[in-house]
T-cell receptor, first 110, second 111 residues
């Protein structure tokens, strides 16, 4: 099993550009999550999904959208990137109680 | 949003020393989890705790779910250089859909 994978690993955007981050899991987990991690801020939840076709807002959802069209995939979109969205983005999926994380996407917005 | 109080914020120790870190919450938790994050990687689960009073070991790591359900600690015995990283506590409160996270303990080990 590959576990949780994320693409791309790195990306540089200009202010105003859009992009989509892809998260895929092969563990048949119902729950999936998107976090951002900034220095000194720990992990902050952006959006999450409790199953295919469902999404919900987390702690810092503004400027992001998500979709869960297939159970194994959870997409995070930035419609108009801003420098404040420079961060490392982690996807996670969940079994009973534990969340399993992907390797992260490092995004820089200039 | 709600966060856990994790301490200490950072530690610098000598190889072979034991390490202890803890997390406290103002509310009751149903689950406590301890993760380690290496530089450039995602967090990796070390130990999961599901019952008040539970004491669980994973090699040189030991963690306990506090009897009040509002705290947890993680101990590392006989530290080695590869223990370097950031350790996070996390837990589920009443709503089990989202994890509440601590801000992490950064551990440095001097060989």
């Amino acid at each position: 099993n590959a576990g949780v994978t994320q693409t791309p690993k790195f990306r540089v955007l200009k202010t105003g550009q859009s992009m989509t981050l892809l998260c895929a899991q092969d563990m048949n987990h119902e729950y999936m999550y998107w976090y951002r991690q900034d220095p000194g801020m720990g992990l902050r939840l952006i959006h999450y999904s409790v199953g295919e076709g469902t999404t919900a807002k987390g702690e810092v959802p503004d400027g992001y959208n998500v979709s869960r069209l297939k159970k194994q995939n959870f997409l995070l979109g930035l419609e108009s990137a801003a420098p404040s969205q420079t961060s490392v983005y982690f996807c996670a999926s969940r079994s009973s109680g534990e969340q399993f994380f992907g390797p992260g996407t490092r995004l820089t917005v200039l | 949003g709600q966060q856990l109080n994790q301490s200490p914020q950072s530690m610098f120790i000598q190889e072979g020393e034991d390490v202890s870190m803890n997390c406290t919450s103002s509310s009751i938790f149903n689950t406590w989890l301890w993760y380690k994050q290496d530089p450039g990687e995602g967090p990796v689960l070390l130990i999961a705790l599901y019952k008040a009073g539970e004491l669980t070991s994973n090699g040189r790591l030991t963690a306990q779910f506090g009897i009040t359900r509002k705290d947890s600690f993680l101990n590392i015995s006989a530290s080695i250089p590869s223990d370097v990283g950031i350790y996070f506590c996390a837990g589920h409160a009443g709503n089990n859909r989202k994890l509440i996270w601590g801000l992490g303990t950064s551990l440095a080990v001097n060989p």
